[in-house]
C-alpha cells in the first residue's frame, strides 16, 4: 500500500506491482533451492505449488523439482510432480530421471500408475511402455508385461523388437507356455521384422515346455514370412529342443537341413548326444559321416567320438560301424586321442 501510494502515475503503479512479483518469485525460487539442497522436499512442493498458482514457468520448475527429487531417491515425490503436470511425460530427462528412478527401486505399482496417467491424459511415449514391460518382467510379472505389450500396440507405439524378447525370454517356466504363445502373436501382429533371435527364444520356452514341435513350427513361420535363413544360434536352439524332449527324428531333420550352411560342431554333438540318448547309434555314425562329407575338417570332441566308438563295439557294430567310422576319423583327429 505505501509502495502504491507513492506511485506518481497509472504507470509507475503497474511497474511497482511487476517488481513486487518479481520479488516474490525470486524468493520464493530462492527458498525452493534451499528446500531442495536439504532434502526438504514436502517445503519443495509448497514452493512448486505457489509456482503453478502463480504460473510461473510450471514446468520448467517442475522439471527441476523432479529431477532433483530422483537423483536423492524420492519416489512419491517424483510420482506426485509426474501425475499432476502432464507436459512432463513428454519431457525427455523427466522420462530418463523418473524412469530411471522407478526401475532402480524397482516401483512397478508407481510405473504403471503413471502408465495409467498419462494413458488418460493423451499419448503414452513410447519409452514409457518399454520400461514398464521390462520392468514387469525383472519382477515376475509376466502377465502385467503382456498386458503392456496389448496396451502399447492398441496405442500405436513403437516398441524395439529387444521389449518383445525381454517379455517373451521371462515366459522360461513350462506353466508361462502360454503366455509366450500369446506374446508371439503380439509380435506378429505388429510392425516388426523378426529375426533369428526371436527363433532362439521362442525355441528355449517350448524346449522348456516340452513342445518342440511348437517351436519349428514358429521357426519356419518366422523365416519364411520375414524372408530370412536361420543361422547356427537358431539350428542350435532347435536342436536342443528337440534333444531334451527326446525328439529324435526331428533333431536328424533340423541338423539336415542345417548342412546347407556349413558343419557347426555345437550342432553335430547336440545331435549326437541325442542319438545316445534314444539309442540311435546308427542314426549317430550317419551324422558323423555327413558332417565328414560336408566338411572333412569339421570339429567334434574327441571324447564324444570315442564314446561312440566303444558303444558301438559294446553293440557288436564294431567291423561293421566303428571301423569303417575309424578309418575315417583318423584323416582328421589325432590316433592317439582317438585310441586312449
Request: glycine residues 8%.
Amino acid at each position: 500500500l505505501a509502495m502504491d501510494a507513492s506511485a506518481s502515475s497509472a504507470d509507475d503503479t503497474s511497474q511497482v506491482f511487476v517488481d513486487f512479483t518479481r520479488g516474490e518469485r525470486d524468493t520464493c525460487m530462492s527458498l525452493l533451492e534451499v528446500a531442495i539442497r536439504n532434502g526438504e522436499f514436502d517445503q519443495a512442493m509448497v514452493f512448486l505449488n505457489l509456482v503453478r498458482q502463480r504460473k510461473w514457468n510450471a514446468s520448467v520448475v517442475g522439471a527441476l523439482v523432479l529431477r532433483s527429487a530422483a537423483r536423492a531417491g524420492y519416489a512419491e515425490v517424483v510420482h506426485s510432480i509426474v501425475c499432476s503436470d502432464r507436459g512432463l511425460s513428454h519431457n525427455d530427462s523427466v522420462l530418463k530421471a523418473a524412469i530411471g528412478l522407478y526401475c532402480k527401486q524397482r516401483r512397478w505399482d508407481l510405473l504403471s500408475d503413471w502408465v495409467g496417467v498419462a494413458s488418460a491424459n493423451g499419448v503414452v511415449p513410447s519409452v514409457l511402455y518399454d520400461a514398464a514391460v521390462r520392468l514387469a518382467c525383472a519382477t515376475g510379472r509376466q502377465r502385467e508385461a503382456f498386458e503392456m505389450l496389448g496396451r502399447a500396440t492398441r496405442s500405436g507405439a513403437c516398441l524395439d523388437l529387444d521389449v518383445y524378447h525381454c517379455a517373451l525370454q521371462s515366459c522360461g517356466p513350462v506353466a508361462m507356455a502360454t503366455l509366450g504363445g500369446m506374446i508371439i502373436r503380439e509380435m506378429l501382429a505388429s510392425k516388426l521384422s523378426l529375426d533369428n533371435r526371436t527363433v532362439v527364444l521362442t525355441a528355449r520356452l517350448y524346449g522348456a515346455a516340452g513342445d518342440p514341435a511348437a517351436a519349428i513350427h514358429y521357426a519356419r513361420l518366422f523365416s519364411e514370412r520375414f524372408d530370412f535363413r536361420l543361422d547356427v544360434e537358431a539350428y542350435a536352439a532347435l536342436v536342443d529342443a528337440c534333444v531334451e524332449n527326446d525328439a529324435g527324428d526331428e533333431a536328424l531333420e533340423l541338423f539336415e537341413a542345417s548342412l546347407q550352411g556349413g558343419v557347426e560342431s555345437h550342432i553335430l554333438e547336440a545331435v549326437v548326444v541325442g542319438c545316445f540318448r534314444l539309442g540311435y547309434l546308427e542314426d549317430a555314425v550317419g551324422v558323423v559321416h555327413g558332417a565328414l562329407d560336408v566338411d572333412p575338417g569339421c570339429g567334434m570332441s574327441s571324447t564324444l567320438l570315442r564314446d561312440l566308438v566303444f558303444l558301438l563295439y559294446r553293440r557288436g557294430l564294431g567291423a561293421e560301424m566303428a571301423t569303417p567310422l575309424l578309418d575315417r576319423l583318423f584323416d582328421v583327429t589325432p590316433v592317439v586321442e582317438l585310441v586312449c
